[in-house]
């Protein structure tokens, strides 16, 4: 509860040991969804098992409030995973539980962790606002400052995929006054994080460094070790837009370099690097960087509908990056028809004459040739060779 997750961590483990020699189910479900909370931003595979065992016991032995709360913790981490189908069907089933039982924060819980899945991620920003609002309502009633500044993140993020981005700046920093007195670090270093993407964003570059700094202290403080990760990402976009490609390029490269399970959105931290590394002239990086993000994105809009798809793509103004950074460092191809070795001459061919051969007519590892003369000579022997 004060956020000593590393303290509390061999507690949890010895918990769960005591609970297993004594066949005390609750309790085990109890200890292992509170570890797996305790682990979710230290190994995030940990965690994982450790909330879909408590999700099991809890509807072996019929203890349904027990089920609601770790399906909507395993659902968070599900969704930043990058699993936002899987994390969605967890919401509905919490929030089915949540409803029967009439636990009304239960309910406001899964919305507000919902909503922020709809806005970072599915861009149906309708419904994320919609969302949050109903949520936060509930937690301004009972008091609860963390989870109120909470929506308001989502609301500001709306704001920001829509172009307002004074005004999400100024939510976000409204919304951070509230939270920095409830000691919720993990809301607090995430509030920060999103502060200082939207303020690089905005090109206020000294305020992004000054927050990102207040971040890293939160994250020391309570042993955080994916956020920093994130924290790193944004900085070398800021020194990058200042004009130090050097050290936003290290920076960036260290952030790649730490990627593990539990990063959240791992295919934004590769599009930066992409535009980091295209400005420091790395090219070759840069491609690589580039058509990783764009594979780990399609991996976690797996699942959606082609209409959800679509939106995802249209609405989010990150995923819309990554998909046109990639567009310029894939080769162009067409697909044609050429005569088949041994067509026969002196007669118009037919189709049993014909195989279909997909050309790179442009490749990105063109550019890296100066001379037309030779570059046209790789071209043509690509060519060739395909057709081969």
């Known amino acids: 509860?004060?956020?000593?997750?590393?303290?509390?961590?061999?507690?949890?483990?010895?918990?769960?040991?005591?609970?297993?020699?004594?066949?005390?189910?609750?309790?085990?479900?109890?200890?292992?969804?509170i570890r797996g909370r305790a682990l979710h931003q230290m190994d995030a595979e940990k965690a994982r098992a450790s909330m879909t065992t408590a999700v099991a016991i809890c509807r072996e032995i019929g203890y349904r409030h027990g089920e609601g709360v770790n399906l909507v913790n395993l659902s968070l981490l599900e969704q930043m995973l990058g699993g936002v189908v899987v994390a969605l069907d967890g919401y509905d089933r919490a929030a089915h539980i949540f409803g029967e039982l009439g636990n009304h924060r239960g309910e406001a819980m899964v919305l507000a962790n919902s909503a922020w899945a709809r806005q970072a991620i599915l861009g149906d920003h309708q419904r994320a606002v919609s969302?949050?609002?109903?949520?936060?309502r509930h937690f301004i009633e009972i008091g609860d400052r963390a989870r109120e500044a909470q929506c308001l993140e989502i609301i500001a993020g709306v704001a920001i995929d829509e172009g307002r981005h004074s005004e999400g700046i100024r939510l976000l920093e409204e919304s951070l006054v509230k939270l920095t007195t409830t000691g919720q670090l993990f809301l607090e270093a995430q509030h920060l994080r999103s502060l200082a993407l939207a303020q690089v964003n905005h090109g206020d570059l000294d305020a992004a460094l000054d927050t990102l700094d207040q971040a890293q202290r939160v994250c020391?403080?309570?042993?955080?070790?994916?956020?920093?990760?994130?924290?790193s990402s944004i900085r070398a976009l800021a020194h990058n837009a200042m004009g130090a490609v050097a050290e936003a390029l290290a920076e960036s490269r260290r952030a790649v370099a730490g990627l593990n399970a539990g990063t959240e959105r791992p295919c934004l931290i590769h599009h930066r690097h992409s535009l980091v590394a295209e400005a420091a002239g790395k090219h070759e990086e840069a491609r690589l960087a580039a058509l990783r993000a764009q594979e780990l994105l399609a991996a976690s809009l797996t699942g959606l509908t082609p209409d959800a798809h679509r939106i995802a793509m249209t609405r989010v103004p990150e995923h819309r990056a990554i998909y046109e950074a990639a567009t310029r460092f894939a080769p162009s191809t067409v697909r044609t028809l050429v005569p088949a070795r041994g067509a026969p001459t002196g007669r118009s061919?037919?189709?049993?004459?014909?195989r279909p051969v997909v050309w790179t007519v442009d490749h990105p590892d063109d550019e890296g040739i100066r001379s037309p003369i030779e570059r046209r000579r790789r071209q043509v022997l690509r060519l060739l060779e395909e057709a081969e």
């Not at 997750?5 to 085990?28: F, K, N, Q, S």
């Not at 020391?220 to 924290?231: H, N, V």
Request: charged share 35%; hydrophobic share 45%; proline share 4%.
């Open 349 to 354: 061919l037919d189709d049993r004459d014909l």
């Open 131 to 136: 969302d949050a609002t109903r949520a936060m």
């Open 1 to 33: 509860e004060v956020q000593r997750v590393v303290e509390a961590i061999p507690r949890l483990d010895l918990a769960v040991e005591i609970y297993t020699d004594a066949g005390h189910l609750r309790g085990l479900a109890e200890a292992d969804g």
């Open 220 to 231: 020391d403080e309570a042993g955080f070790s994916d956020i920093p990760i994130e924290l």
